[in-house]
């Protein structure tokens, strides 16, 4: 028997919310015209730095339909990370809290799967494809569209009871849904603590990031040297950066995860900064074996503690 799209978008977040997601919002699948004379611009003034890949498939990041053939919705969830675990020692290089535990990519990919299983196993056949940052999506753009929060002006999605600590992931179904048609009015406000926050002046104006400056793209994305204007200016950040988010007042609403994936490593937080700055591969791979970190590559991180140690 047929249900009408509302009892499919009820069961949808009820399951998702059930895999451990902290939010579900729903969005027709259409193209972002909003978003493309943003997105033009952006990369028209290099704020991608080396990051080519932004360049790629850019119809494909502006309509989901061309991702996923007969396209009809855009179901957005949100995976909380927050912790108040830090690294034992004050003057270790630091580390993102989002890469402590085991990499999000696998363990929110996995949940996607569950979830698509699930819609398939109590609605019928329904054809679609899971990503987490990691393909020609916009992410923030549709969780704003589907009510999930507002686009900061340190361009992370904030919401208002949660802050902006979670992943963002989506799946792109060709089933009718009932749609989330109240996108989250903006609360920064005058706020401009982000901006004035941010080492490396990345925030180039409100809402405006240029990439190619910003703490994470400098130790994760960038494979050539840092470039040296950024000496000192790193506040001893080896892997990401979150200091845009710990000054942000929204995120005081921040709740601790409950994800034992996300739990550190027994032996991460512990490590000292002569621990760091004399890790060897064999401690990199023990220590970092299912990490985010592993993006940088052994040679990247110890790139990345070089640059940071020079300036002592």
């Given at each position: 028997m047929q249900h009408p799209p509302s009892a499919y978008s009820q069961l949808i977040k009820a399951e998702a919310k059930n895999l451990g997601f902290m939010f579900c919002g729903i969005a027709k699948a259409e193209f972002l015209e909003e978003e493309a004379p943003r997105l033009e611009n952006w990369l028209k003034k290099n704020m991608h730095g080396e990051m080519q890949y932004m360049e790629n498939h850019f119809d494909k990041r502006l309509d989901p339909r061309l991702l996923v053939d007969g396209a009809k919705s855009v179901i957005s969830l949100g995976f909380n990370y927050y912790t108040e675990s830090q690294q034992t020692d004050p003057l270790a290089p630091k580390i993102s809290k989002y890469a402590y535990g085991i990499d999000y990519h696998t363990v929110i990919k996995d949940k996607l799967k569950q979830l698509l299983q699930i819609i398939n196993d109590k609605i019928g056949e329904v054809g679609g494809r899971a990503f987490v940052d990691s393909a020609p999506v916009l992410d923030k753009a549709w969780a704003k569209k589907?009510?999930?929060?507002?686009?900061?002006?340190?361009?992370?999605?904030?919401?208002?009871?949660?802050?902006?600590?979670?992943?963002?992931?989506?799946?792109?179904?060709?089933?009718?849904?009932?749609?989330?048609?109240?996108?989250?009015?903006?609360?920064?406000?005058?706020?401009?603590?982000?901006?004035?926050?941010?080492?490396?002046?990345?925030?180039?104006?409100?809402?405006?990031?240029?990439?190619?400056?910003?703490?994470?793209?400098?130790?994760?994305?960038?494979?050539?040297?840092?470039?040296?204007?950024?000496?000192?200016?790193?506040?001893?950040?080896?892997?990401?950066?979150?200091?845009?988010?710990?000054?942000?007042?929204?995120?005081?609403?921040?709740?601790?995860?409950?994800?034992?994936?996300?739990?550190?490593?027994?032996?991460?937080?512990?490590?000292?900064?002569?621990?760091?700055?004399?890790?060897?591969e064999d401690v990199f791979q023990k220590v970092f074996k299912n990490s985010a970190v592993k993006r940088t590559k052994f040679s990247g991180l110890k790139r990345n503690i070089e640059f940071l140690k020079e300036i002592k």
């Open positions: 589907s009510g999930m929060g507002w686009i900061g002006k340190n361009a992370n999605l904030i919401n208002k009871q949660s802050g902006s600590f979670f992943f963002l992931a989506e799946l792109i179904v060709d089933l009718e849904l009932e749609y989330d048609i109240e996108p989250t009015a903006d609360h920064c406000g005058t706020c401009t603590r982000c901006i004035d926050a941010c080492p490396t002046d990345a925030i180039v104006g409100p809402y405006v990031v240029d990439g190619s400056r910003c703490i994470s793209y400098l130790t994760i994305e960038l494979k050539n040297e840092i470039p040296q204007e950024f000496k000192g200016k790193m506040e001893n950040w080896m892997f990401g950066c979150d200091i845009c988010q710990d000054v942000c007042p929204w995120n005081r609403f921040s709740v601790l995860h409950t994800e034992p994936a996300f739990n550190p490593h027994p032996e991460l937080l512990s490590l000292n900064k002569t621990d760091l700055e004399e890790i060897t």
